[in-house]
């Protein structure tokens, strides 16, 4: 697909996906707006990268949610990944617990060390929005002082990998402008 000019939403998270080291990535990509836009921008950027998308299977549409990534993907050079995961509703912590655990799994084993290969690196789109969100929860939970830490911008996998989330200092209503310049069509969960 040949690059043509960015608009204004599309070139700023282009800009903070430049701030990733040089290596191959995983991007987490749930098809939601967030995601598809940073999976968008590591395509533009011809990065050595992978989306992964994982399938929890809790809803009747995933499975539908994660071919059309793929269909919007794999056009800009982006090879999509799909796994599918167990997820224990019944679990004492709940379904998006375990979802969040499965998943987590998931992301750890896509980046882990193997052999001569070593460990990589994992895309998440949490914006400004999800660390507001999460410091709120954590208060409302309280969690006290430890809550306004909020979403650390890298974490470590226990398998070698390492998280990073670029957009953390961009909103939601950017990754949504971007995903409408870019010509995409994220899937908005209604459970999130």
């Known amino acids: 697909m040949a690059k043509r000019a960015l608009g204004e939403h599309a070139l700023a998270v282009v800009q903070a996906v430049r701030a990733v080291p040089d290596a191959p990535v995983v991007v987490g990509c749930s098809g939601g707006p967030d995601s598809l836009a940073l999976a ?69 084993d896509a980046t882990a060390a193997s052999g001569d290969v070593p460990a990589g690196t994992l895309l998440l789109a949490h914006t400004l929005d999800d660390q507001a969100e999460q410091v709120l929860l954590g208060l409302a939970r309280g969690s006290g002082t430890r809550s306004l830490a909020g979403i650390p911008p890298e974490r470590q996998l226990p398998g070698g990998g390492r998280i990073l989330r670029p957009l953390l200092h961009l909103r939601r209503v950017d990754t949504l402008a971007a995903c409408r310049e870019w010509g995409l069509d994220p899937w908005h969960d209604p459970h999130n």
């Not at 056009?75 to 997820?87: A, F, K, M, T």
């Open 40 to 108: 968008a921008a590591v395509a533009h950027l011809g990065l050595e990268a992978r989306a992964l998308v994982i399938d929890h299977g809790l809803q009747p549409e995933t499975a539908d949610v994660a071919v059309r990534v793929r269909e919007q993907m794999q056009p800009r050079g982006l090879p999509v990944e799909i796994r599918s995961v167990h997820v224990d509703p019944t679990t004492y912590s709940g379904p998006e617990a375990s979802a969040r655990e499965a998943r987590y799994r998931a992301f750890d």
